[in-house]
């Protein structure tokens, strides 16, 4: 098959991990380049108004542009990294530039001046960072991961941004049930532990072993594969700039929604008065009870975080932390928070589009963004950390 090829100067970076390029007047979204550059690049995927492609020749490089670390990096091959072949420097600022774009476009924030360097880096490199890996198999019963966009595995000698720890386990070198997902995890205390399912979705096979995690002066003991921060720093940072952005008194009370095994509570305790963890999941907040058990000012409400907000018992709050999914809060869990008028809200988000449209309906209810701050907790890949302080206007 012969695909269609293209010649194109690549314009702005785009939310994605793609830049944007036009090809008679048609939008293209374009992967492995960079602004500036001009590329000879492969249609993948045609969608009304707008058209996919791999760049795989590159005409006009642009300085940025470096040898990717790892060899399964580029068009047709491993898609989880979307910014191997970009200087690391350089992938903070076109990170910042997505965020920027978004909370323009989606959140109605135009004070963006000189914020070039906006996304801060995290301590340990580009490189070795990752600490749960989620590997598929493919039909021959080799790990390894899925090409960008499809369900096709690439068979890996080693991932170069994993955790030393989880390079070291022999995952690579067996071989697993065809169509199985194997998830490695590498914890802040030490362990390790190996879950394999049969599908992605399918439960486990086999018991789930039990891992610790440290932050914040606690430890919890979490079932392999469930939630934790990815990068080894990340928790102390965002720890820090929640704790910078609320700056608890005593005596203040505090919500902290989506609040999984309660670590931003455990941060926010001793500095303040009463502090309540809304989760819906029965794993975490199990967790989160046995972790802070000594944290006489903690409890947990279990369930969905609309549903619990929506019941007018829950009057007085003065500081939030908003850590929502991708899928960002929404406007009822943001109207429920309004409505209690607290001094200060923490939101701590993994999607700049989710947030800036949280941002915006914020501002619509009379919080302005005051402060931001971001982190570059996924070196190499299009995600990043961003965490933002909503006052009052």
């Known amino acids: 098959m012969i695909l269609e090829q293209l010649e194109l100067e690549i314009g702005p970076v785009a939310h994605g991990g793609f830049c944007v390029a036009r090809h008679e007047g048609q939008v293209v979204f374009v992967r492995h380049t960079l602004p500036g550059e001009r590329v000879r690049a492969v249609v993948t995927e045609r969608r009304k108004g707008f058209l996919r492609a791999d760049a795989v020749e590159v005409l006009l490089p642009s300085p940025d542009r470096v040898i990717p670390p790892c060899p399964f990096a580029g068009p047709g091959a491993c898609g989880g990294c979307d910014w191997q072949h970009v200087a690391w420097p350089a992938q903070r600022a076109l990170k910042t530039q997505v965020l920027i774009e978004q909370l323009t476009r989606l959140g109605g924030v ?23 890996v989620q590997y598929a198999v493919d039909g021959e019963g080799r790990a390894g991961f899925h090409r960008a966009r499809s369900s096709d595995v690439i068979p890996v000698d080693r991932c170069r941004i994993a955790h030393p720890a989880i390079q070291a386990l022999p995952i690579l070198d067996e071989r697993w049930p065809a169509g199985a997902t194997v998830e490695a995890t590498a914890t802040s205390a030490g362990d390790t532990a190996v879950v394999t399912r049969a599908s992605r979705t399918g439960p486990p096979a086999g018991p789930v072993p039990q891992v610790r995690e440290h932050a914040a002066g606690h430890e919890w003991r979490l079932d392999a594969g469930g939630f934790w921060q990815v990068h080894p720093h990340a928790v102390a ?20 929604l989506y609040g999984g095994a309660g670590v931003f509570a455990a941060a926010l305790a001793p500095l303040c008065g009463p502090v309540t963890v809304v989760e819906s999941d029965r794993r975490a907040v199990a967790a989160g009870r046995r972790a802070l058990r000594d944290l006489t000012n903690v409890t947990f409400a279990r369930g969905d975080v609309a549903q619990v907000l929506a019941n007018p018992s829950w009057r007085r709050v003065d500081l939030v932390v ?20 607290p001094r200060a809200v923490s939101y701590v988000a993994c999607d700049p589009a989710a947030f800036a449209r949280d941002v915006r309906t914020f501002g619509e209810l009379g919080y302005e963004l005051t402060g931001l701050r971001a982190f570059d907790s996924f070196p190499m890949t299009q995600h990043f950390e961003t965490i933002g302080k909503l006052t009052p206007r």
């Open 322 to 341: 908003l850590d929502p999914p991708r899928s960002g809060a929404g406007r009822a869990v943001v109207e429920a928070i309004v409505a209690r008028s």
């Open 110 to 132: 135009t004070d963006f001046s000189d914020r070039s360097d906006l996304v801060e880096p995290l301590p340990g490199g580009p490189l070795s960072w990752r600490t749960r």
């Open 237 to 256: 940072a965002f720890t820090g700039a929640v704790l910078e952005q609320l700056a608890p008194e005593p005596g203040e009370r505090a919500w902290d």
